[in-house]
């Protein structure tokens, strides 16, 4: 089963910065990841996409971050990052990690982190 990790989190005041990544692994696994992505969740609300990557390096933003959110990736690593710049007070979430991973199998498998947390103090 692989798994995707993320880490980076945590409070910032508004306008700071802060840098997210997730990385994907299985033991005992070959895997291949197709897109990979972050969304993130606030309380009460729906999960909405961040940004989104495909394995070819084309990238999609959600309307609220484009221009301060950054969405790259490493296919030998099998990592994506998000680095987030000017944050605002509603970029407050839970973000969560996602890659649609591809099984020895050949079957096409949507594959979610644990969430961290990001903070954006007014």
């Known amino acids: 089963q692989v798994q995707l990790a993320e880490s980076g989190g945590g409070l910032v005041q508004a306008g700071g910065s802060l840098r997210l990544s997730c990385a994907a692994s299985a033991s005992g696994t070959m895997f291949a990841i197709s897109a990979m992505g972050w969304y993130r969740q606030a309380p009460g609300k729906q999960r909405e996409l961040v940004a989104h990557?495909?394995?070819?390096?084309?990238?999609n933003y959600g309307d609220s971050v484009k221009g301060r959110f950054t969405i790259s990736r490493d296919n030998a690593k099998k990592t994506v990052t998000l680095q987030m710049n000017s944050l605002k007070p509603e970029d407050t979430a839970v973000y969560y990690c996602?890659?649609?991973?591809?099984?020895?199998?050949?079957?096409?498998?949507?594959?979610w982190g644990q969430g961290t947390q990001v903070t954006v103090s007014s």
């Open positions: 996602n890659a649609d991973i591809i099984t020895q199998s050949w079957s096409l498998i949507s594959s």
């Open positions: 990557i495909t394995s070819g390096g084309s990238t």
